[in-house]
């Protein structure tokens, strides 16, 4: 799919992308022909080995960390500056920190409720309030937010993920409806085990087999599969699924 997919011209954002799935959207939105801003926090220099080995461009590294409200404006004006308009928006940044209920202090279960939510929900709102905005000046544009299987089958762990990413989800579902009238459309895929760095500890650890038994295929999704859904749902091939919440988990949980 992705030879086929065409983003010549377009800006894009993607929040996170110094590995993992944010690195593979970076690839492919490259490789279609896009602009794009790999977005960072802390990891600099696996950010800029990211956008060296993008094709085409131009591309820019940007660092924020998308929990400070203040910083979302400025990063999506500093993207339009520099790359000449802004196009596309993907919200993959998050985190996730176990916060057991039965094992943590209430100063630790607030401490990662507040990082959680502010890095995986409000974050991620502020960044497409001011892309929204600047996208309907420049006549539209789309939205792909990276949620999780999580918001659906649960989080023990990790109750906040959870939480934070059916936020996301229902947050997509709404501007969807309110920005469709300006040409800007908002979609979200919700993954479930992807084979990333942070994944390492579970998948190759002694749960490791039984994570992969989750789906029939015997194993957890790449990077790049991922990506592949992001693409095509950005690619304005799909505007009229906007709204739409695409589970990429390989049949481990099923939704009615």
């Given at each position: 799919?992705?030879e086929?997919?065409?983003f010549g011209g377009?800006v ?5 992308a110094?590995?993992g ?12 022909g896009a602009?794009v801003?790999?977005?960072y926090?802390?990891?600099?220099a ?9 094709k085409g461009?131009?591309h820019?590294?940007?660092q924020?960390?998308?929990a400070?409200?203040?910083a ?8 339009a500056?520099?790359l ?6 993907v919200n ?13 202090s209430?100063?630790?279960?607030r ?5 959680t ?5 409000t974050?991620?709102?502020?960044l497409?309030y ?8 420049t006549?539209?544009?789309r939205?792909v937010?990276?949620?999780s299987r999580g918001?659906f089958?649960g ?8 939480a934070s990413?059916a936020?996301?989800?229902?947050l ?15 979609m ?14 579970h ?11 989750e ?11 991922v990506?592949e ?10 505007d009229f ?5 695409v589970?990429?988990n ?6 009615t």
């Amino acid at each position: 799919m992705s030879e086929k997919l065409e983003f010549g011209g377009r800006v894009a954002l993607v929040t996170g992308a110094s590995r993992g799935i944010g690195k593979a959207v970076a690839v492919l939105l490259a490789r279609g022909g896009a602009r794009v801003a790999v977005h960072y926090r802390a990891r600099k220099a696996e950010a800029e080995d990211v956008a060296k080995g993008l094709k085409g461009g131009p591309h820019r590294v940007v660092q924020s960390d998308v929990a400070d409200a203040s910083a979302a404006r400025s990063l999506v004006d500093q993207v339009a500056r520099d790359l000449g308009g802004f196009d596309i928006l993907v919200n993959n940044a998050g985190i996730f920190e176990a916060a057991p209920i039965a094992k943590v202090s209430y100063g630790e279960w607030r401490q990662r409720w507040d990082r959680t939510i502010a890095v995986n929900l409000t974050g991620p709102a502020n960044l497409m309030y001011c892309a929204a905005r600047r996208m309907m000046e420049t006549g539209g544009g789309r939205i792909v937010n990276v949620g999780s299987r999580g918001a659906f089958r649960g989080e023990p762990d990790s109750p906040a993920y959870g939480a934070s990413k059916a936020g996301l989800h229902s947050l997509g579902q709404s501007l969807a409806q309110a920005l469709a009238p300006h040409k800007i459309y908002v979609m979200t895929v919700a993954p479930g085990w992807v084979e990333t760095d942070m994944a390492q500890e579970h998948l190759h650890g002694p749960a490791g087999d039984a994570i992969r038994a989750e789906s029939p295929m015997g194993r957890v999704a790449t990077p790049e599969e991922v990506a592949e859904v992001v693409g095509f749902l950005a690619s304005g091939r799909a505007d009229f699924a906007t709204g739409c919440l695409v589970d990429v988990n390989g049949a481990s949980y099923l939704r009615t």
